[in-house]
């Protein structure tokens, strides 16, 4: 004969499944949260990544203007881009990138880009342009043609 007990006023019933909607809301909030976080990180190292100095793109965007447009650049803006260019070109950027460019466009004109400072170190335009040259001697023969 077996005897068994049953106590179950029904109680038991909803409070299991109150703790187990509890728990699956615990894990859909842990999920969000830690969903929320490698996002963050992604993007936290996707722009972190994009934000690195790129030399050989500043010097491309500079040549390109300067050869497609010489003529109908404002003489700032042209001033500018040159010394972008040569800045780029005398610190950063090796001969092989430069093959096929002629980059000398003549030395910077201060006068005209008097009010704008676009060397970061501060060095003279001068030097920029001559440090230029001599660091890319094959590159630097457009002024000798003008």
Known sequence: MKFSL????????????????????????????????????LCWVAIRRNQEYRPIEEAKICYINLEASWGSLDPQLRE???????????NYVNEGWLEGWEIDFGPVDDAVLSPV??????????EVYEAAMQRHPRSAIRNQQL
């Open 117 to 126: 400072y676009a060397v970061k170190n501060a060095s003279p335009t001068e």
């Open 80 to 90: 500018y881009l040159k010394v972008r260019l040569y800045s780029a070109a005398a």
């Open 6 to 41: 049953n106590f179950s006023f029904g109680h038991h019933e909803v409070f299991t499944k109150i703790s187990d909607g509890v728990v699956v809301m615990r894990k859909v909030v842990v999920s969000l949260i830690c969903g929320a976080f490698v996002g963050w990180f």
